[in-house]
């Protein structure tokens, strides 16, 4: 912060602290495939970071807690601020394909950025078996939601929008100033009481919009540890935009459609079955995606997918269910979310509430990337992968990503709770098969 001027972590972003409690960090990211070709050595690709994204203030700047009474936490410019700090290389282990690089993203995902830098990275991931690279970015859920995270995405490559102009640090106000600024903050919350009732009537609405029941008990809801798995599928964005027509639905029913049946598939081999399957589904209160305004703007919403039904039949209702929230305030439910996990956190029992919950199966994040392809450095991006978070009982999740023509759906596990992911991948290719058309994996 420069000056006087404070910048605090919003509601939501405390939400996502309060969230941070199990094994694994609450960090995400995506694996940019990068063609053969370019000048992708580590020393390189740290300057182009430096020069597009460096000027991101909220990319320099470290969440430092205040002292008792001085409100919440605000973000501090780091004055050891070094690119290079958060450019690193690796070699993606044999046999270099695809799976294998993936796995390395995993891993990568998986380690806890250091909480007294700035919480992201990039990771140069070299010895692909097709001669190209792999760039593995990671960030932590409170420096930004998904659509900050495309924001930022859309910086990184050749020919985004030109970086900010850099601006001198500031220095944190003492406790006085930092007291006196809560203060402030606190008159101008109370000032907006009379607007409450509406608030709260929205985030109601969000979160009861998709219809869903609580969700039935499965051995997809047991505690995750720190292992992670993945597996990812592929779809003709143009094949699924078409079966979404059919319905009246969008992208993301087909998408929600596809993952349920997949899991469904999944818990019948276990001898198992849930009717509806319940997914959580995140909304942006964004309306447009801006490296400049990070931090989280976001709601869920739990959708019903029905079971036992022909997939045509699950995309309909699903449709059906969502098409009930268009007209709705987006993100709102954080309204409510964000102070019930504050209050979770000051009573230390949020691990055993998300450890315990019944509401969801699953989540399934969908984000709309570049469509047209783009490049790094003269490279040429041949596919972008989302990595996704999994926290609390939920084992398996679910992260969606359009990117120039194709769509892919990942889907990240514990793979001591689910060592058969392969079955999850098998359906899930079927129902996109059943729903599109042509799908590979």
């Known amino acids: 912060m420069t000056g006087s001027r404070i910048t605090r972590a919003t509601s939501t972003d405390m939400m996502e602290i309060a969230s941070d409690i199990g094994p694994a960090p609450r960090q995400m990211g995506a694996v940019l495939f990068l063609a053969a070709g370019g000048s992708l050595e580590p020393d390189a690709v740290r300057v182009a970071i430096a020069r597009r994204v460096g000027g991101i203030r909220r990319l320099r700047q470290r969440l430092m807690r205040t002292p008792w009474g001085c409100g919440r936490p605000v973000w501090d410019d780091d004055p050891g601020f070094d690119v290079a700090d958060h450019v690193r290389s690796a070699t993606c282990p044999p046999p270099g394909d695809r799976a294998a690089a993936l796995a390395a993203a995993v891993e990568i995902l998986g380690r806890r950025l250091p909480p007294r830098r700035p919480l992201w990275e990039v990771t140069v991931l070299k010895g692909l078996a097709d001669g190209g690279c792999a760039l593995v970015v990671v960030l932590h859920h409170v420096l930004a939601d998904g659509m900050g995270g495309l924001a930022l995405l859309a910086r990184l490559v050749d020919g985004g929008p030109p970086a900010p102009p850099d601006s001198p640090t500031g220095q944190v106000p003492g406790t006085v100033g930092l007291a006196l600024d809560a203060a402030a903050s606190r008159l101008r919350a109370v000032g907006r009481l009379g607007t409450l009732p509406r608030t709260v009537r929205a985030a109601v609405a969000e979160l009861r919009s998709g219809s869903a029941p609580r969700a039935a008990h499965c051995s997809l809801n047991r505690p995750v540890g720190l292992r992670r798995s993945m597996i990812s599928a592929t779809a003709d964005l143009a094949a699924v935009r078409a079966a979404a027509r059919l319905d009246d639905a969008t992208v993301n029913d087909v998408m929600v459609t596809a993952i349920a049946g997949a899991v469904d598939a999944l818990l019948a081999r276990r001898g198992e079955h849930v009717d509806p399957v319940v997914i959580s589904v995140p909304v942006s209160g964004r309306q447009l995606a801006a490296a400049a305004t990070l931090g989280n703007h976001v709601g869920v919403t739990p959708v019903a997918a029905p079971t036992g039904v022909s997939p045509q039949a699950c995309l309909a209702a699903v449709a059906a269910a969502t098409r009930r929230r268009r007209n709705q305030e987006r993100g709102a439910s954080a309204a409510l979310l964000a102070p019930a996990f504050r209050a979770l956190a000051a009573v230390h029992v949020v691990r055993w509430v998300v450890n315990h919950q019944h509401l969801v199966h699953t989540f399934a994040t969908n984000l709309r990337g570049p ?46 709770v689910v060592p058969d992911l392969d079955i999850l991948a098998d359906a899930l290719v079927r129902h996109l098969d059943q729903l599109c058309g042509q799908v590979s994996l």
């Open 371 to 416: 469509d047209v392809p783009v490049s790094f450095l003269g490279a040429t991006v041949s596919d972008i992968v989302p990595l996704n978070v999994l926290a609390g009982n939920v084992a398996v999740d679910f992260a969606v990503l359009s990117y120039a023509g194709s769509i892919t759906i990942t889907a990240t596990a514990d793979p001591d």
